[in-house]
């Protein structure tokens, strides 16, 4: 009944009508946060070969460590796939960006082998898939992009916006 009221009202008076792209419109995306957890999950799988060549293996500290960084890496690949997946699904549309479907389901793939591993080329490779993201992100909001080195370790080269 109030539906039948607004269409109606609608029809009447010609309101100017709103879109949003998502549930709140408030157009903040930014693929950051998912490319500071990706680095994040290299960073805990560094930590992991590190304490992997101590000879400590039998100590509590080292089970302490080794769980701690296990599931820190754990739950930053799944914070960048989520991450990844709100920009995807709330922000780019098929038709005009058809290719980054291929992306995304990359990194998804790559996210869950980081999630079952502690391979570090996984890792790297799902650090460059995210950067890649970001790059395309950025180029469709008209911003250059720039590769630097992160300032905090692994120190891997990222793609920020050139503002």
């Known amino acids: ?23 709140i419109p408030c157009g903040i995306y930014d693929p950051a946060p998912a490319q500071i957890a990706a680095l994040t999950v290299v ?16 100590k509590s500290e080292y089970h302490n460590s080794m769980s701690r960084y296990i599931s820190v890496k754990e ?13 995807w699904g709330d922000y780019f549309k098929k038709e005009k960006h058809p290719n980054v479907d291929d992306l995304v389901q990359k990194i998804m793939q790559l996210g869950s082998k980081c999630r079952q591993t502690s391979d570090r080329d996984a890792g790297l490779a799902f650090v460059d898939a995210i950067n890649e993201f970001a790059a395309i992100f950025w180029e469709t909001k008209g911003v250059a992009t720039k ?6 370790a692994p120190s891997l080269e990222m793609v920020y916006p050139n503002l």
């Open 75 to 87: 739950e930053h690949a799944e914070k960048a796939k989520h991450e990844i997946r709100v920009i």
């Open 43 to 58: 960073r805990m799988m560094d930590l992991m070969a590190g304490l992997e060549s101590s000879e400590d293996k039998g």
């Open 147 to 152: 590769r630097a080195k992160a300032p905090y």
């Open 1 to 23: 009944m109030i539906h039948k009221l607004l269409v109606s009202l609608d029809h009447r008076f010609q309101f100017e009508q709103a879109y949003a792209h998502c549930d």
